[in-house]
């Protein structure tokens, strides 16, 4: 089984201050790990992908996410906010001996505050 | 990065009819095509699996005759509404898996589905 838990509804942030968005997960085997971000309307768009190798993982839009085996965690952070980042963030897990079905997780709704 | 586009975008249909919503994968072949239901405010609830050439896997508690999913080619996968209700008014977005290589999978737009 897998599972993703993303432990924060909303997270605040003042443009320009470094954001953190915090996702665990739960698999039997070894994981892969996605961030996808969903604009009002719109469909997810994805934003970095853990698969092996480095665990500080870098994507798009100065996005970046560091996979922590030991905490189970695959926390996406980015080192300044722009109001522009203000958006659904998504985290993703499969098991990569598992399902190829990824399981979301609920959600975190992030607001930069100019 | 590959290229799912959802048509239509936005679509208010009435009570009784039947809705098609088209996912496309443009420039990769998709094995694998995935048909999720977004409620205000919530996560993705996946509705379906569909591998081309076979019959969609459709998620418990998902009715398999009301939300008709064909998967033609590698390229195409429909979701009908059919006999549409308000209660199926809602945000669907489907995604698509590359054959081979690379591991995530891409979403398209996302349609807007109102049933008056």
């Known amino acids: 089984a897998q599972s993703v838990a993303q432990p924060e509804d909303q997270v605040n942030v003042a443009e320009g201050n470094p954001l953190t968005v915090k996702c665990t997960y739960s698999v039997s085997g070894n994981p892969y790990l996605f961030w996808y971000v969903q604009y009002p309307n719109r469909g997810l768009q994805f934003l970095l992908k853990y698969i092996t190798g480095d665990n500080l993982v870098k994507g798009s839009y100065g996005f970046e996410a560091e996979f922590n085996k030991s905490q189970t965690s695959f926390h996406l952070k980015k080192p300044s906010a722009l109001v522009s980042d203000s958006a659904l963030y998504f985290c993703?897990?499969?098991?990569?001996?598992?399902?190829?079905?990824?399981?979301f997780g609920r959600g975190t709704s992030l607001i930069v505050h100019p | 990065g590959a290229v799912v586009s959802q048509h239509p975008s936005r679509v208010i249909c009435k009570s009784g009819t039947s809705v098609k919503i088209e996912c496309r994968s443009l420039?990769?072949?998709?094995?694998?095509m995935f048909w999720y239901r977004q409620f205000p405010k919530q996560s993705l609830m996946l509705m379906a699996t569909s591998n081309e050439g076979s019959k969609a896997t459709y998620e418990q508690g998902v009715e398999k005759d009301k939300f008709l999913i064909n998967h033609a080619s590698l390229t195409l996968s429909t979701l009908t509404v059919t006999s549409a209700h308000p209660e199926d008014s809602s945000f669907y977005i489907c995604?698509?898996?590359?054959?081979?290589?690379?591991?995530?999978?891409?979403f398209g737009q996302g349609t807007r589905l109102t049933v008056v």
């Open positions: 995604s698509a898996r590359m054959i081979q290589g690379i591991t995530e999978a891409f």
């Open positions: 993703a897990v499969r098991d990569m001996e598992g399902s190829y079905i990824p399981t």
């Open positions: 420039d990769f072949q998709a094995t694998t």
